[in-house]
């Protein structure tokens, strides 16, 4: 059994579902470097989130949530997949990576959508889906949010300044 620790997250394995294997046929795996299956996440020992799939690059992680059914996603509240795709960020952060990106894969369902924050695509769609990235890293998110405050307000020689604050950490972060 794998076990990563993410302070004060633990990552570990659980057992494979037999729903899960249509997601696991169609899920992409070009692009990346590794992929665990059937993650949950412990905080103090106790189970707070479980993944179906996380996917790594070098830069990146994807964390992935599987419904076999629109009935099962339908029954996944809006509030519980904000909360999963916190727990995403924080522990991408806490492993040291830059950017991540939580979805929700759907079996049955027609079309994308977004639901909490996350992107959410039919099981279908998932060997395409090319994901978007968003920072791991809040203070780069506050940074971005004033970017766009300061060009939308006309004053885009703070704007630049925060630019160059923002390639400096970036840069830092290498």
Not at 122 to 131: A, K, N, Q, R, V
Request: proline share 2%; aromatic share 10%.
């Amino acid at each position: 059994m794998i076990e990563l620790r993410s302070d004060p997250y633990v990552l570990t394995s659980r057992t494979v579902q037999d729903t899960e294997l249509d997601f696991r046929l169609n899920l992409n795996l070009s692009w990346c470097r590794g992929v665990l299956f059937n993650v949950v996440a412990l905080k103090n020992s106790v189970a707070i989130v479980e993944y179906d799939a996380i996917l790594w690059t070098d830069e990146a992680l994807m964390f992935i949530e599987y419904k076999d059914s629109v009935a099962a996603y339908k029954n996944l509240s809006t509030r519980r997949i904000q909360q999963i795709g916190s727990y995403a960020k924080n522990i991408a952060a806490g492993l040291g990576y830059k950017t991540y990106t939580f979805v929700v894969v759907v079996n049955e369902l027609t079309v994308p959508t977004t639901r909490g924050g996350a992107v959410v695509i039919p099981l279908f769609m998932l060997g395409s889906y090319e994901p978007a990235f968003s920072s791991a890293i809040s203070e780069l998110e506050l940074i971005d949010k004033l970017i766009d405050k300061y060009t939308k307000g006309g004053n885009l020689e703070v704007a630049g300044d925060f630019v160059k604050l923002k390639t400096i950490i970036e840069t830092g972060l290498s």
